[in-house]
């Protein structure tokens, strides 16, 4: 039978490919894929389980599909991803609202899971293995068409102290290449100007087929496709290597933007973490990039009140952010979480961890502004992605601005630009902290 299927997907890039995934596997059972969960047969809650803030917004969304679901507007709930995998029997005992699970290594049981709920009357638990889980397949792409993820690896061997991946996602596991390229060129074919390369850690791409890291010989081969951007997310810092750092200022489809998690920069903080780097390793690296990759903007994610975190170690945080001026960073107060060795360590409570955040922010703020400032004046090439009605001015994104994570830039134009085109806009001032300016 065909039955309307609709998707809200939760949390990372990463999930939302899963999540595409599962769309084309739908369609491909004969299923009909709708965008509103209202008037549907199942609804797929695919969702993060990364930190507890992470499951709670999860619930929120199944306990809002559940008033559906009591209100005649939608038939059965399942359950997918991270949270499935990580929390299976609290989630099948405490939302009994919730029809089926699928964990982490089940997404390509999601048409058979159809069937059980819908026809056979069973309340479906797939938890497949995380370590040898499919990673190809067709997907439906939920992006905008002028840009798309490209997953090149799933799982992570970092084993950070506070974190909790390796436990839902398996151990590290490259794509391989020719899979990959092959999929690009599909993404190029169909229009996709920006490429957004992604995985836990892409920096390691390869490591685990022949030994040898093989990001950068991916990348050139991925320029060679029609795509105007290519961007890069994440880089673990100690394995990005001289050949990728040439490959990225060489080729001028890799944009000048590096996302590089350091999480803080204190020694006993890193080593207790189980991070490979040093405030001395890190200072040299961002030196090392910034002198060798003209024009480039970093981003990286930051964690206060992590374990050893006293006020001397937090305050070093602030000075080191000063002085290597990273123009993008997401600050999070730290999470203990359950089955980490994190959590096991002494750590500050959480509303300490939070006002720690909240200053870190308002020392990231002033970088960001005083970076603002210093481009105003010069011309970016935008990838225009709409109108504001509200602002009357169009607005997109340079290869400063990442999709959903960073700002816009708004500006305005005397001719109609429709979205995904690229254009030439001079920054002359800010807007809420936002670039603004104008098409030349």
């Not at 080191?320 to 990273?326: D, N, P």
């Amino acid at each position: 039978m065909s039955y309307n299927v609709s998707f809200i997907s939760l949390g990372c890039a990463k999930n939302q490919v899963n999540c595409e995934q599962m769309m084309a596997t739908c369609q491909a059972a004969g299923y009909h894929i709708q965008a509103a969960p209202e008037g549907c047969d199942v609804v797929v809650v695919n969702t993060c389980g990364f930190l507890a803030s992470a499951c709670e917004e999860a619930i929120d969304n199944i306990l809002e599909m559940a008033e559906l679901k009591k209100a005649g507007q939608v038939k059965k709930i399942l359950v997918t991803g991270c949270m499935a995998q990580r929390y299976k029997e609290d989630v099948l005992k405490e939302l009994p609202e919730v029809d089926g699970i699928l964990g982490t290594g089940s997404y390509d049981d999601i048409a058979g899971a159809i069937v059980e709920v819908m026809e056979q009357g069973l309340r479906p638990c797939h938890i497949g293995n995380i370590h040898t889980a499919n990673q190809s397949g067709e997907r439906i792409l939920s992006t905008p068409p002028w840009y798309a993820y490209l997953r090149i690896a799933e799982g992570c061997d970092n084993h950070c102290a506070y974190c909790v991946i390796p436990a839902l996602r398996g151990k590290y596991r490259s794509r391989p290449m020719n899979e990959l390229l092959d999929e690009a060129a599909e993404l190029a074919s169909a229009g996709v100007q920006e490429l957004l390369v992604i995985a836990q850690d892409i920096t390691r791409y390869g490591t685990d087929l022949n030994g040898e890291h093989q990001l950068a010989k991916l990348l050139k081969e991925l320029c060679k496709l029609d795509f105007h951007w290519i961007r890069l997310h994440y880089l673990y810092p100690d394995e990005i290597t001289d050949e990728l750092i040439d490959t990225i200022a060489a080729e001028p489809k890799i944009l000048p933007y590096l996302d590089i998690p350091i999480q803080h920069c204190n020694d006993t903080i890193l080593k207790a973490m189980n991070r490979r780097d040093t405030k001395v390793s890190l200072t040299t690296m961002l030196a090392k990039l910034r002198q060798r990759i003209p024009g480039l903007v970093l981003r990286t994610s930051l964690i206060t009140g992590l374990p050893y975190e006293d006020e001397a170690a937090f305050e070093e945080l602030c000075e080191f952010l000063r002085e290597v001026r990273i123009e993008r960073a997401g600050v999070f107060p730290f999470s203990p979480e359950e089955g980490t060795k994190a959590a096991q360590m002494d750590h500050v409570d959480t509303e300490e961890a939070k006002r720690r955040a909240e200053l870190a922010v308002d020392v990231q703020s002033d970088i960001i502004d005083d970076y603002n400032e210093s481009v105003l004046g010069t011309q970016r090439e935008v990838l225009c992605e709409g109108f504001d009605s509200q602002a009357q001015m169009f607005f997109g994104r340079s290869y400063a601005e990442s999709p959903d994570i960073d700002g816009r830039i708004y500006f305005t134009a005397e001719e109609e630009i429709a979205p995904g085109t690229f254009v030439n806009v001079r920054l002359t001032g800010t807007m809420d902290g936002e670039l603004t300016g104008e098409m030349v």
